[in-house]
């Protein structure tokens, strides 16, 4: 069974948007593109380098497919190019998209369905990067089995984000984590179940709480 492993680079605000430089998204009038190059070590290299040490497919989003498709199959004499080129990519696109990248299949029809197929299949695990839009559709459908964050110490304000619409309610196990030279916060989760709660407020509490909680709801009703 195939697992979807999501990989990507964040802001402390949670946006993903044009991380590798100014021309790669423009979109939404974003002005940062590029932000991730200042920060980047050898220890992220390594990093990088043992997400992608296993073999494994690319399922992508139409845009990020569409970046990758004018970059890496002209890139000569680059493992991750090689890499990339040789191995099948699954594209999840709601607009026409040209699939002349060779090894390149467009998943059609009922996408969660088609997914869910893909992962029942034998075969390289399927690795995402970007595609912010694709991944609002697997966290909403509880498609991933692993998520790689990379948080960047700085916050960009706008741009499209990790945590979005698709985002559902759910507890995270943290399996590993390091710190780079430059401050970027490298973590790996799993799903964990349902969100638990509790509460640090005594059984017995003030007047006061009470019509505090009594206000709050009648402020809430009147909404």
Known sequence: MKKIIVSTFISMDGVLHA??????????????????????????DNAMGKIMSKPFDLLLGRRTYEIFAAHWPYQENDPIGDTFNRIQKYVVATTPVDLSWQNSTLIKGDVVAELKKLKAQDGPDLLVHGSSRLVQTLLSHHLIDELHPWTFPLTLGNGKKLFEEGTQALEWKLTDSKISTTGVIIASYVPDGKVKTGSFVPDKVSKAEIARREKWAKEEQGK
């Open 19 to 44: 991380p590798g430089g100014p021309e790669e998204d423009r979109s939404h009038q974003f002005k940062w593109g590029g932000w991730v190059f200042p920060y980047w070590d050898d220890l992220m």
